[in-house]
């Protein structure tokens, strides 16, 4: 009688185990791997997407990937440098912003636009974002496919900020079904007060291009404090290094000077 | 004579070493950069060098450089890196002593910034609802940073005499150290550590050109907004801004005298209401609501009965279509007869501005003025589907009041059911920047997030966005 109990028994759980499956399964296909996804599921997915977009334009803009933007402020303006427009110092390659003109105290104006700079974090933005944009990977679950259109990157440099704009169209689409979602634009506002600061070494060329100095404490007590100037003589030229006080962003270039 | 050839080659060679070091002024190198005195070897071949120093060459003279998009003017630029641009023009003046580079002060939102014309516009046109404030009669930095500075309030110690007054009519130039003569800004006069014989908070009162009801010391200075928490109000002794005092509950407040005229209250006698200190009130402006018109500020009758009447009737609609004008109409929707009234007298567009999803955060928003104020806003809400015309849902969000609850939203733009909805950024200009921060105006790519999330939750699709404005718009499936 006894081995008849158990044979029941274990055919009792083997039944409850197989109910569990059978159940798990059904879930799992619905849920999980969403395999007929409403419009709702799929504007779900497209907010990972959005988040996972907005985390690798920022790991590229600012992250681990790359920094364009701290690099420019470093470097006087400038990603990519030429011969003989940038002075080495402390491990940095800072640009001259500024050309001795011989025999003269002023210097000639090597005009630094904020759209090159933007140009440069577009250029270094659109080469790295591949190695860490994968949207496709989000399909691997999912009952719907991912369309893909062009990806173009924007950048706009703010007095407080830098927008970096990522313009890719995308649009999720159920397999099964009509269902569909888009979006097209997704951004990371890096708060580095570039546009400010840059805006600070100009008024400090003009200055360096009319009368071939400039009085950078009279201008840090006319702005009440707000930025911070240094200036260094590492012989034969000047460099000054900008920040602001409520922002540890620096932004640092050369004016080349004549040696005696 | 084989002497002499191998003399001639070391000489020959020697030429060849010397050129190929020499350096030049290079109008591009093959780097890309623009007018760079380096060595001939870098030199772009497609273009001009010459071995002397830029500025000798007539492509790489400096001159000014005035890029029109920007607005801004680079002094001592070589010319060809200036016309490298096709916005750019160059000029033989380096100094940019040309009308274009001329700078004066701009005034934005209170702040200054001593630019070019064209970039004071340039920067005022980013911000919507501001007015370009350029003042080319101010002539160099210091002067329109100045320009901010006179009108800094503080109190004016000169001699026996206490005055709260602003910086440019305080006299005395002595320094500014406690107990002496001087301008003591953000002091009040009162303010023990200065040698003013001014008892603080003797009375309330209002000020010409302010809203608020305001302490004044026994010298007669107006001292901060009244604030029935005295010790709170007078801030030990220094200003405390309209933001920072404390916010009025409707009209006739006994504890708080910080009144907004947007929201129909203005400093008044006090009357029949009965505030803890003083005589003074954020009385009323709705005179229509009341019958004792002497409770109102003398403006507001006027308005009443003067200015508004013939603007308030829907007929002006039609009056303005027949012109062949359009006519945009806003309104808070908290007068649904209007709002019926102006079914036979439609606008181009109706805009209902919508403050809220419960009648709290309304309240906490728009802090409305009449009762009933919630049930008046949903019934004019029931009747936009009625309107041919383009009917907007308008929402303005400000951190920290009414930007949240996306859902809710989008329930009550269901059961509207306008053509388009407008999901906006509030934006610190005008009045309210004495109320809110800039910080309490929401990102552009906050109100994407804000309106993908309207989006999910409704039959709306956003169509447009403009990101200068923060505002996306969504339209009706």
Redesign the interface.
């Known amino acids: 009688m006894k081995p008849k109990k158990g044979q029941v028994a274990l055919f009792a759980v083997v039944g409850i185990l197989i109910l569990i499956l059978i159940g798990f399964t059904l879930y799992t296909r619905t849920n999980v791997f969403l395999v007929n996804p409403g419009e709702d599921d799929l504007n779900a997915e497209l907010d990972s997407i959005r988040t996972h977009i907005q985390e690798c334009i920022r790991e590229t803009a600012d992250g681990d990937i790359g920094k364009p933007i701290v690099d420019i402020g470093f470097q006087g303006g400038y990603l990519k440098q030429g011969a003989d427009t940038f002075r080495l110092y402390n491990d940095n390659r800072i640009s001259y912003l500024c050309y001795n003109m011989e025999n003269t105290e002023q210097c000639m104006n090597r005009m630094l636009l904020k759209e090159d700079m933007e140009q440069s974090i577009i250029d270094d933005v659109s080469i790295n974002i591949g190695s860490c944009l994968d949207v496709q990977s989000f399909r691997q679950f999912g009952g719907f496919d991912i369309i893909t259109g062009g990806m173009n990157v924007m950048a706009d440099i703010e007095k407080d900020n830098v927008k970096v704009t990522l313009d890719y169209p995308i649009t999720l689409k159920s397999k099964r079904s009509d269902a569909s979602v888009s979006a097209r634009q997704f951004n990371a506002v890096i708060n580095y007060p570039l546009g400010d600061l840059y805006d600070v070494a100009n008024t400090i060329i003009d200055f360096e291009t009319e009368f071939g100095d400039f009085d950078q404490f009279a201008y840090m007590l006319q702005k009440k404090g707000k930025y911070i100037i240094e200036k260094k003589k590492p012989y034969p030229d000047k460099l000054y290094i900008l920040s602001r006080r409520d922002s540890p962003y620096v932004f640092q270039f050369f004016v080349q000077g004549e040696p005696e | 004579m084989l002497k002499k050839i191998i003399l001639f080659l070391i000489v020959v060679a020697g030429i060849a070493v010397i050129a190929a070091a020499q350096d030049a002024c290079c109008e591009r ?1 093959v ?3 623009w ?5 001939a070897n ?1 030199c772009d071949e497609n273009y001009r060098n010459t071995p002397v ?3 000798q060459t007539s492509f790489c003279k ?1 001159g000014c ?1 005035y ?1 029109s998009e ?1 607005g ?1 003017c ?5 010319r060809s ?2 016309e490298s ?1 096709p916005k750019n023009t160059w000029n033989l003046d ?2 940019c002593q040309i009308e274009q580079c001329s700078k004066g002060c701009c005034i934005i939102a209170g702040e200054t910034f001593f630019v070019t014309e064209a970039r004071c516009k340039a920067e005022t046109s980013k911000y919507e609802d501001v007015e370009m404030d350029f003042r080319e009669d101010v002539t160099t ?2 002067a329109c ?1 100045a320009l901010s500075r006179t009108q800094e309030k503080g109190c004016c110690v000169n001699g026996d005499s206490c005055s709260f007054t602003a910086r440019e009519q305080c006299e005395t130039s002595g320094a500014e150290a406690a107990g002496k003569d001087g301008f003591y800004l953000g002091t009040l006069c009162s303010n023990d550590a200065l040698s003013c014989d001014c008892a603080r908070q003797q009375r309330t009162g209002c000020l010409p050109d302010k809203d608020d009801v305001y302490w004044f010391d026994s010298c007669g200075n107006p001292e901060n907004i009244y604030d029935s928490n005295k010790g709170r109000s007078y801030n030990q002794g220094y200003v405390l801004s309209e933001g920072e005092s404390c916010s009025i509950n409707g009209h006739d407040d006994p504890n708080c005298g910080n009144c907004e005229y947007e929201q129909g209250t203005l400093c008044a006698e006090a009357g029949d209401a009965r505030p803890k200190f003083g005589d003074f009130v954020c009385g009323n402006l709705q005179c229509e609501a009341n019958e004792d018109y002497s409770k109102c500020p003398s403006d507001c009758t006027q308005s009443n009965e003067n200015k508004f009447d013939e603007l308030n009737k829907p007929e002006m609609i039609d009056e303005i279509k027949s012109r062949g004008m359009t006519a945009y109409l806003v309104s808070n929707g908290t007068v649904p007869d209007m709002t019926e009234r102006l079914l036979n007298h439609q606008p181009t567009n109706l805009y209902i501005s919508v403050y809220g999803t419960t009648p709290e955060m309304y309240k906490k928003t728009a802090v409305p003025m009449t009762k009933g104020f919630w049930e008046n806003v949903q019934q004019t809400l029931s009747m936009i589907k009625d309107f041919s015309c383009n009917t907007v849902f308008r929402l303005t969000l400000t951190k920290g009041l009414n930007f949240t609850d996306p859902e809710g939203y989008a329930k009550l733009i269901e059961s509207a059911m306008p053509k388009f909805v407008e999901v906006k950024a509030f934006m610190a200009v005008g009045g309210s920047r004495r109320v809110l921060q800039y910080t309490d105006m929401p ?1 552009h ?1 906050e109100i ?1 997030d804000f309106a ?1 999330d309207i989006e ?1 939750h409704s039959s709306y699709k956003i169509i447009n966005e403009k990101t200068d404005s923060r505002v996306v718009l969504l339209e009706r499936r």
């Open positions: 190198t780097d890309g950069e007018c760079q005195f380096t060595n870098n120093s830029c500025e400096v450089c890029n920007e801004q680079f002094k001592s630029t070589p890196l200036c641009d380096a100094a930095e210091s940073v990102l790519s994407q993908r999910k």
